[in-house]
Every structure is written in C-alpha cells, then in structure tokens.
C-alpha cells in the first residue's frame, strides 16, 4: 500500500524555536493534510493543501504543498508551549480516504 | 466542520467480549469512515462506513471482527468483536462533508482489553 514517509520522528526544543517537518511520499496526492493531536483527543485539521506548489499559512504555522505532489511540509514559527503534541501529515486518496505518515512529536522546553 | 462525538470515549473490556462505538455528527455527511491507532502509532483505516448498505473494508480488517452500521447520514457504530490485547487501540470515527476535500476526527474512543 502507499506509505508516507514523515521526519523527523520527534523534536526537542526550546520555546521560540522555529520547528519544520515534512513528508515524501512515492506516490502523487492531489491533496495534501496536517493534522495536530494531543494526549487524549482525536487529531485535529491544521491546514489543508490542493494545489502543487500551493503555500498555506494558519496563524504561526505555514505548509506547503510540493511542485512534484509527492511531498509537503509544515513549519511552526516562534514555538510556544502549547505546540506540544504529534504531527501528522495525510495524503488524501480516492473516496476520501486518507493515508498518514508515522508522525512528529514535538517537545518544547520553556 | 462537523462536531463529532464519539462514544465511549473510553473503555477497559474483558477478552472475548465485544463493544460497540458509536459516532454522532451534528450534521448530515456523505462520507464517514473508522480509523485505528494503535498504541504509540498512526492512523489506520478500518474501513468506510456506507450509508444503507454494507461497509468497505481495507486490507486486513473484515466484518466479522469488525462489523459496522450506517443507518442514516448522521450515525455509525464499529463494533470490535471477541476482543484480545491485540485490539486495544484508540478506534475513531471520521466524516468528510464533501467528496475530495479535508476529513475530521472524533475524539476516539481508548480501549483496552485485559
């Protein structure tokens, strides 16, 4: 089946770091989906991609959607806390499905 | 988005027993779909659940162990059939309001067989 392939597998750094993560994969998505989840919750939708080459920002976190379509990545600006949790990049398939890289998990020191 | 709710959100089960998961959207979806994460790892998908008829299955997972229902546009239930460890995992339900566009999670239900 397709794979992502998503890295780092996990950061630690320090409050007001820039962090940046991404994802290849060897085959072309024509959609491409960030998603953040926390200790006891399901994952939640951070930003949404479409278009090849298509750069999207949501506050301190831009993604980008690659020219190739076989990868993305995300980047969080000025870390805070709170950005604590697993990263997960998803590659949308025929009827709707998704398929996610293993995840990020991000640690961030005050 | 939609709102979600899942229930339970979460469990502790005897082996060989089963337990049904229920997904309540606020709102009518075409598309709903059961994920699981195992523990420490990403998301699955089951299968997607088809409204009036029968579920589709991905690869490795059958309706025998896991049957699921879709009565109306707004519900679902998974059931995790004759349970073992091996199932304990975080089960979530999941809508995509339209064809080809971004989905939404449920806060899963964590259940652990013992």
């Known amino acids: 089946g397709q794979q992502l392939n998503q890295s780092p597998q996990s950061m630690f750094i320090q409050e007001g770091e820039d962090v940046s993560m991404n994802c290849t994969s060897s085959s072309i998505f024509n959609t491409w989906l960030w998603y953040k989840q926390e200790p006891g919750e399901g994952p939640v939708l951070l930003i949404a991609l479409y278009k090849a080459g298509e750069l999207t920002s949501n506050g301190r976190l831009t993604a980008q959607f690659g020219i190739t379509r076989k990868d993305s990545f995300l980047n969080i600006s000025a870390s805070i806390p709170s950005d604590v949790g697993i990263y997960f990049c998803?590659?949308?398939?025929?009827?709707?499905?998704?398929?996610f890289g293993a995840g990020t998990i991000l640690r961030v020191k005050s | 988005s939609a709102v979600i709710s899942q229930k339970p959100s979460r469990d502790i089960c005897q082996r060989g027993t089963s337990l049904t998961i229920q997904c309540q959207v606020d709102?009518?979806?075409?598309?709903m779909f059961w994920y699981r994460q195992q523990p420490g790892q990403s998301l699955t998908l089951i299968a997607t659940a088809n409204q009036g008829s029968e579920a589709t299955y991905e690869s490795g997972f059958v309706i025998d162990k896991f049957p699921i229902s879709r009565p109306n546009l707004t519900f679902s239930t998974l059931t995790v059939s004759n349970m073992s460890p091996e199932d304990s995992s975080i089960y979530l339900c999941?809508?995509?309001?339209?064809?080809?566009?971004?989905?939404?999670f449920g806060q899963g239900t964590r259940l652990t067989v013992v």
């Open positions: 998803a590659g949308l398939l025929n009827g709707n499905k998704l398929v």
């Open positions: 709102s009518q979806v075409t598309m």
């Open positions: 999941s809508v995509a309001p339209r064809q080809d566009t971004e989905a939404f």
